[in-house]
Structures are given as C-alpha cells and as structure tokens.
C-alpha cells in the first residue's frame, strides 16, 4: 500500500546504529526519516517512520477491521479484585487468572473482537489449561495488547487534578512487551471537568501521551491515545464539548510535535455525553450528532480507528450511542473498547463457579455481537437484559 509511512522508509536509507565520525559515536535511530518540502528549504519536515512503520500500519487496520472492536481486560490486579469481590470472591491470582481464561477463550470471540488489552501479569500468563493467553487470542485472531501507563497521582501545582505516570523506563518495558506478542498498547490520562479543567492538566494529559505514542511506535506497539474526559460533574452535553475541543486540539498539537505517525495510532475518546449528575440526558442521537461533529473539527482523516470508550455508562447505552454513530460512513473506523460495557453482565453470570463458565461466555458473546452490530449500524436493541440497561458510573473511578 501506498502510505506515507511507505513512502517514507523507501525514500530513507536505514542507517546503522551508530557511524563513527570525528572520533565520537553518534547514535542513529533507524526510525528517523526525513522529507524536505523544498530542497532550499532551511528546515524540514521530520515523521517517525521506522523499521516498524509498514507492520504499525497493518496492525492498527486489523484492530480497526469491520464489524469489530477492542475487549478491554488490563484491569490492574487492584481493580480487578474490585470486580470479584463483587461476586464474592477472593482477590488471588488463581481467581484472576480463572476470569481471565473464561473471556479469552469464548468461542468465536474473534468474530467480533478484534484486539484485547491486557494487564502485565495477564499477557505473561498462562489459561487454566496451561496455554499462553496471547497464543489463546491470536489463535481467535485477536491482537494482544498492553496496558503500559503506571496509573494517575496528584498534579502538583493544579486544582486537584492529577498526570500520568509511566514514561520512565517505557522504551525497554515496550520493546520486552513486543517480543512477548503484544502488538499495540493503551494509556489512560483523565481530565476532570468539574476541577476546571486547569491548563495545566490539560497540557500535561496532552504531552504524557505523545511521549508515550512516540515511544510505543518506535517500539513496534500501536498506541491507543486516551484523554478521557470523566463522565464525573452535573455539567450539560455543551460544557463537555467544549472541554473535548480544547483537550483534543492539545494531544493533535503535541502529537505533531512528537512526530507521531498517524496512520499507526488509534484514539480512545469519551463520547461527548452530558456529566452523570446532569438531570438533562441526551438522547443516543445527541450523543452522536456531539461526537460527530468533535471528531470531524479534530480528528484527521489518516487516523485509523476511533475505538470509544464506555466510561461508566450502561452496556446498553453504550451500544445505543455507537450504533448513532455508524448510521453514516465516516473518514476512520469508529468502534468500541469497552471493558465494563463487555464484561459487566458476563462476570455477574459467572459468579465464581465452574459451572455457569459457559452461560458467562455466551453472555459475553451477545455483548460482543451486539456492539459488533452497532459498529455496523444495524443494533435495534430489541431482547436486552435489565441487567445490561443499568448504569455504572462510579464517581472518581479509578481503574
């Protein structure tokens, strides 16, 4: 295919990684490629192609393939302690491990879920049956992933909001996470908007994200870019659009500013939904008439995929919300990547026991089925469960 990326690796040699000149080493990444707009120019253009550059462009369309979309599962082991004391269980490794072998191993999961995203321990652990998860899900033809930020601690200097931390060490942990099969990665910034949002976060959330990008893809990961915007506040649908414009104008500027490849990225926006302590709800059209237009003032056309998250709202309403947006083509592949909104109703099923492991996954199936619908634009919503119509926004989640 003819992608710039192409292009690019074609028109640049690879250099070694290092060329003796004057007596001292310099060191060249063989990512760097350079294009001058003009051969007088006195500066130019530089992307970050890369060795990897043909293989991050393939992978992100893979993940972004129709009629599919993202099963998130890098809960940290914290968070997913939170999801099996709800069904009374122990927080142990075993636990963790048997939960995580029963989604990975629905059958016919692949029709419909196209990557998953995976905790450290889960992409270096093993199914109850003694297979590798990653060799478990490529063998559904799903993309393992990575979850590879180390979590939000407190801004200093901001209106009690918080950053991101992970960049240190991020080069070698993505490059161990390659060779064990994952092939793209995830990382969550917040912006809260009933503490501001502060300038301050924003720009932060911003750079914490093309930094990491830039690493990922030097890497040989695809990165997910998510600036979540909490569904946190009683602010209307207008005040988070608002907001959304500002966040997504700094993580494109700074995403530019990285020379973060486009074509090898895929984003994880909020939807542009009104705070959960508004009492004026939107309607699924206006949440997507909202998005829409965000997404066609900010998003360029070389992205990829647009993998929504859930945020807290019910499975149904999630479905309802993305199945609005696919009634009409669009520049980029707009789809799911949904934890709580895919596993929710499949883990209260489970319950702990062996026994109900195949009604949990086909609880998961008609999850997946039915988002994969929405991203088609064909979900009625006809045959839900009250269980899948609750909401579950919980205030000052963390994940």
């Given at each position: ?7 690019l ?29 003009h051969?007088n120019?006195?500066s ?11 293989e ?83 063998e ?11 979590g ?57 994200l093309a ?8 890497n ?14 009683d ?17 494109f ?22 705070g959960?302590?508004?009492?004026e ?37 999630a ?11 669009h520049p ?7 934890a ?23 609880t998961?199936?008609?999850?997946a ?25 919980v ?5």
């Amino acid at each position: 295919m003819a992608s710039a990326s192409a292009f690019l690796l074609k028109s640049s040699p690879v250099l070694d990684k290092s060329e003796w000149v004057k007596g001292q080493t310099i060191i060249r990444q063989p990512s760097v490629s350079v294009v001058r707009c003009h051969p007088n120019a006195p500066s130019a253009l530089t992307i970050r192609a890369g060795s990897y550059a043909d293989e991050l462009v393939k992978t992100a369309k893979t993940v972004a393939s129709p009629g599919r979309g993202i099963l998130a599962m890098d809960e940290s082991n914290a968070t997913c302690g939170k999801r099996l004391a709800s069904i009374g269980l122990e927080n142990t490794e075993a636990n963790r491990q048997a939960y995580r072998t029963l989604l990975v191993s629905a059958p016919g999961l692949g029709k419909y879920i196209s990557g998953a995203i995976l905790f450290e321990e889960t992409l270096y652990q093993s199914t109850t049956d003694g297979k590798k998860m990653v060799d478990v899900l490529v063998e559904q033809n799903i993309v393992p992933g990575i979850k590879v930020d180390k979590g939000l601690v407190p801004l200093a200097g901001s209106n009690d909001e918080s950053w991101c931390q992970g960049l240190d060490g991020l080069a070698s942990r993505t490059a161990a996470y390659y060779q064990q099969g994952a092939r793209f990665a995830k990382w969550r910034s917040v912006v809260s908007i009933p503490n501001g949002p502060s300038a301050l976060a924003v720009k932060e959330a911003a750079w914490g994200l093309a930094r990491y990008a830039a690493i990922s893809q030097d890497n040989g990961l695809v990165p997910i870019v998510e600036p979540e915007i909490l569904l946190d506040g009683d602010h209307g649908i207008d005040r988070t659009f608002e907001v959304a414009q500002k966040v997504w104008a700094e993580v494109f500027f700074y995403l530019a500013e990285n020379n973060v490849m486009f074509e090898g990225i895929l984003l994880k926006p909020s939807m542009v939904t009104p705070g959960a302590e508004c009492k004026e709800r939107a309607t699924p059209q206006q949440v997507a008439d909202y998005t829409l237009k965000l997404l066609k003032r900010r998003i360029p056309p070389a992205v990829p995929g647009i993998m929504f998250l859930s945020g807290g709202q019910s499975e149904v309403e999630a479905t309802l919300n993305l199945n609005a947006m696919n009634q009409a083509p669009h520049p980029w592949h707009v789809s799911f990547s949904y934890a709580r909104a895919l596993q929710n109703t499949c883990l209260k099923t489970w319950g702990g026991r062996p026994e109900n492991v195949k009604a949990a996954q086909e609880t998961l199936l008609v999850r997946a089925n039915a988002n994969s619908l929405a991203q088609l634009g064909k979900y009625t919503g006809e045959g839900e469960s009250e269980e899948a119509k609750k909401g579950m926004f919980v205030k000052g989640y963390v994940y």
